[in-house]
């Protein structure tokens, strides 16, 4: 069992997750109930799988949900991508975010190599 609170990748999901929120809160309020809930509730999916999965028996099990959360990225990557072609958010907006997304799924990605 692992402790998901000391494991980089949640904490960095973590910080993606606040930061999801904030670009989110400038979305129009007609979105509500469209990309701004399916981004925030993607985003919520990466850490939250990250910490499930720390709590399973083995390594595999483990990486099942690593996996799930990497999924949930890639989803969060595309919809930042539709948010920026909608003109959602500003074209320096997107870069940010879809840097700190990158960054992650490169973590994740090598967390996953450790695990097998």
């Known amino acids: 069992m692992h402790n998901f609170k000391k494991l980089n990748i949640w904490v960095n999901a973590m910080s993606l997750v606040k930061d999801v929120y904030l670009l989110t809160s400038n979305f129009p309020k007609e979105e509500k109930f469209g990309l701004i809930s399916q981004i925030n509730r993607c985003s919520i999916s990466i850490p939250s799988n990250i910490a499930e ?3 399973r028996s083995s390594n595999k099990e483990f990486s099942h949900f690593i996996k799930i959360a990497l999924g949930s990225l890639f989803e969060l990557e595309t919809q930042i991508i539709l948010s ?6 500003n074209d320096q907006d ?3 975010i879809l840097d700190k997304i990158t960054t992650l799924q490169k973590m994740i990605n090598g967390f996953l190599t450790t695990l097998k």
């Open 84 to 89: 920026s072609y909608f003109k959602m958010i």
């Open 53 to 55: 999965g720390s709590s």
């Open 94 to 96: 997107s870069i940010i």
